[in-house]
């Protein structure tokens, strides 16, 4: 199973748009100082989850909200659960 997966910061008030197969994992990863993009927003928190069987199903979503390229369309999608 792949997870699509929406993470916030409060720190920098962004979103992070992701999918993995191990969503404890990656959320661990975005959390731990390794001098990248995610660090400054420490701590990310999850918002938001999408389960799909296909990696390619995973990262067709991801890039589906990626480009919509709106922080409305993201809230949009957190606030329909």
């Known amino acids: 199973m792949f997870t699509v997966y929406i993470s916030y910061s409060n720190s920098i008030n ?3 748009v992701g999918f993995t197969n191990d969503i404890e994992r990656r ?3 975005h959390n731990r100082k ?13 918002v938001y989850t999408e389960n799909f069987t296909s990696r390619k ?7 589906f ?6 922080k409305q369309f993201i809230l949009d ?4 659960r």
């Open 14 to 16: 962004r979103f992070y």
């Open 27 to 29: 959320l661990a990863e």
């Open 34 to 46: 390794k001098g990248k993009y995610t660090d400054m927003g420490i701590p990310w928190i999850l």
């Open 57 to 63: 199903e995973a990262f067709n979503r991801e890039q």
């Open 65 to 70: 909200i990626k480009s919509r390229k709106s």
């Open 77 to 80: 999608l957190i606030n329909s």
